[in-house]
């Protein structure tokens, strides 16, 4: 069965340091799929990213940086110069599957982000 | 374009009444999920379809819980009678299968309170 392990429950930032979170992931599968959503305080889920099991290079948009590294299981997610808007749950997802299929989504547990000034 | 559809954003009732809450997906989508999140048990997968035909129920809780797809463009979870323990907040969210772009795009929610 998969998993999906967000360790970190809470992190407390000041404003402009830079904050990780990170995802840890169980699978069987060969092909899959990791995502990050972030759900703001207002409560919708937005998505940030989606990454494949066969693609290891890491992302950068913006602030935003993804670290995939498939030795340790882990899809890493970095915030630079944090701001007070970046203030939400950010949670990691997997789901297996080929491509031009839809598979569930497994969600974890979340990881809250409050970036004070 | 729009995105996904949720209606109502908050619904108050109680016990022991019938809920619906619908949903519209984006257009051209062919895949719907209905997710329902909970402090206690987070997000969860409760049913999904494709094409309209559901695909897996196994994680609709009891049979209290109904969902339909009628057309591609509407979808409902019905909850009779509604209990206290079902108060949460409900996702609906749509994919489109072909090529890479499965990716699962949420709406607002609706959070619901069983009173």
């Known amino acids: 069965a998969q998993k999906v392990t967000q360790a970190q429950t809470e992190i407390s930032v000041v404003e402009k340091e830079d904050v990780t979170l990170d995802c840890v992931y169980e699978?069987?599968?060969?092909?899959?799929?990791l995502f990050w959503y972030k759900q703001p305080p207002s409560g919708e889920l937005v998505f940030l990213i989606r990454?494949?099991?066969?693609?290891?290079q890491n992302e950068i948009s913006g602030r935003y940086s993804w670290n995939f590294q498939k030795s340790t299981s882990s899809f890493n997610f970095t915030i630079t110069a944090s701001q007070v808007v970046d203030s939400a749950v950010y949670f990691c997802?997997?789901?297996?599957?080929?491509?031009?299929?839809?598979?569930?989504?497994?969600f974890g547990t979340g990881t809250r982000l409050q970036v004070t000034l | 374009d729009a995105g996904v559809i949720q209606s109502p954003r908050h619904e108050v009732t109680e016990m022991g009444q019938e809920v619906t809450l619908r949903c519209k997906p984006i257009?051209?989508?062919?895949?719907l999920f209905w997710y329902r999140q909970t402090m206690m048990r987070g997000l969860e997968l409760l049913i999904y379809?494709?094409?309209?035909?559901?695909?897996?129920d196994s994680g609709m809780p009891e049979d209290r819980f109904s969902a339909k797809m009628p057309n591609a463009s509407f979808s409902t979870l019905k909850i009779q009678p509604s209990e206290p323990r079902d108060s949460a907040v409900y996702f609906c969210?749509?994919?489109?299968?072909?090529?890479?772009?499965?990716?699962?795009?949420f709406g607002p929610g609706t959070r619901l309170t069983v009173l």
């Open positions: 969210a749509s994919s489109f299968s072909v090529g890479v772009t499965d990716t699962q795009y």
């Open positions: 699978t069987r599968d060969t092909t899959y799929y």
């Open positions: 990454r494949n099991s066969f693609d290891e």
């Open positions: 997802a997997l789901s297996e599957g080929d491509t031009g299929t839809a598979s569930k989504l497994t």
């Open positions: 257009s051209g989508h062919d895949y």
């Open positions: 379809f494709n094409n309209n035909v559901p695909i897996d």
